[in-house]
């Protein structure tokens, strides 16, 4: 049982980096360093922590599975590198992995290019009861394919507008919101890893044997337009975050805090559900005890 005293201390944790009204939102705002009250060598205390914290969640996600009611979608995007795979390994570790579902969203295939930009994700959103974690989006279509807009040729639309971004910002605020009014409980993350970090860790995956699968030239080529991508990140979290779906805009220079700030911001999400075990009614109480009688009968 999560008391009060851990809930006010799990949203303190969580609060700045937390995004519900966009307006006046400033990337450069959050140091892709900030450890908040840990220091870098406090890995083990971070462990520590993130192990309590899947504890609270398997305890929160058999309520979830339990009551119903609401399915919960979290959404993960990051530049290459930031640690998006590790976060989501880490973090839903000790989950029922009946409870919990996890889709990667590549390049598209002709197939949901045949289709509208939200339909491949739309047909992937978790049931009732479960837990949907999606690496990479429909934001995709409001980043990379802004910063590689030559992209919108293969979707062939009727019209390409001037404020084709804007419009898709407001098809996603709508979207977002009809998930909130059906119960699916939406939370965001963006990995947001230093330039000097994800050179750091490319090196790594190019000097690793055992990295090197993880490299492509590709990452290379999408490093050299990363002012474009922090301008499209930017105006995305603007645009698009609200209560109902906030984004949070988690430090992933430390990866340890990284994955703390992910598993805190979950619990949050479970805890304002307000989860309970179904209650049994008398009728209910009186099989029960037929079902015993007869077992011990036997």
Known sequence: MITSKQTEK???FIKPYRITDGKNFKLKAIDPDDMGEFGKND????????????AQMRELQ???Y????WGVLLIFQAMDAAGKDGAIKHVFSGVNPQGCQVMSFKSPSSEELDHDFLWRCVKNLPERGRIGVFNRSYYEEVLVVRVHPEYLGSQRLPMTENNIWKKRFQD???FEKYLHHNGILVRKFFLHVSKKEQKKRFLERLDNPDKNWKFSQADVKERQHWDEYMDAYEDMIRNTASEIAPWYIVPADNKWYTRTIVGAAVIDAL???NLEFPKVDASH???LKIAREALMNE
């Open 43 to 54: 890995k083990d205390r971070l462990k520590e922590a993130l192990e309590e914290g899947i």
């Open 10 to 12: 799990i949203q303190k």
């Open 285 to 287: 109480f009186i099989d």
């Open 62 to 64: 058999e309520k979830l």
């Open 66 to 69: 339990a009551d119903n009611k």
């Open 172 to 174: 996603i605020t709508q």
């Open 271 to 273: 805890l304002s559900l």
